[in-house]
Nanobody
Framework: QVRLVESGGGLVQAGGSLTLSCVVS????????MAWFRQAAGKEREFVAS????????FYEDSVKGRFTISRNDAKNASSLQMSSLNPEDTAVYYC??????????????WGLGAQISVSS
């Protein structure tokens, strides 16, 4: 059974930085397309960033472009989301998602339980 575990969440002041990590385990696939989504309180879940199986196709939601960087580590079956210049509007639960197909976006098959990011003003 495929399992995604996020780590690195926490509380940070506005202007600060955090890095989220996601490790995929338990699957038999050779690799996964990875993505990050977030859901703020009272709002719908929204796309943040994605990276293809090859790592050559990367997409960001407009509000995080230039501030967030998604990456992948195939040796560890993992993805990271480096976040900088954080602002209170980035406060949300961040979810890691994965799928063995690049065509899955945005309906990834596997999801983590989420990591809380809180940005204080």
């Amino acid at each position: 059974q495929v399992r995604l575990v996020e780590s690195g969440g926490g509380l940070v002041q506005a202007g600060g930085s955090l890095t989220l990590s996601c490790v995929v385990s338990g699957g038999s696939y050779s690799g996964y397309a990875m993505a990050w989504f977030r859901q703020a309180a009272g709002k719908e879940r929204e796309f943040v960033a994605s990276i293809s199986l090859s790592g050559t196709k990367i997409f960001y939601e407009d509000s995080v472009k230039g501030r967030f960087t998604i990456s992948r580590n195939d040796a560890k079956n993992a993805s990271s989301l480096q976040m900088s210049s954080l602002n209170p509007e980035d406060t949300a639960v961040y979810y890691c998602a994965a799928d063995p197909s690049d065509l899955a976006f945005p309906r990834y098959h596997y999801w983590g339980l989420g990591a809380q990011i809180s940005v204080s003003s």
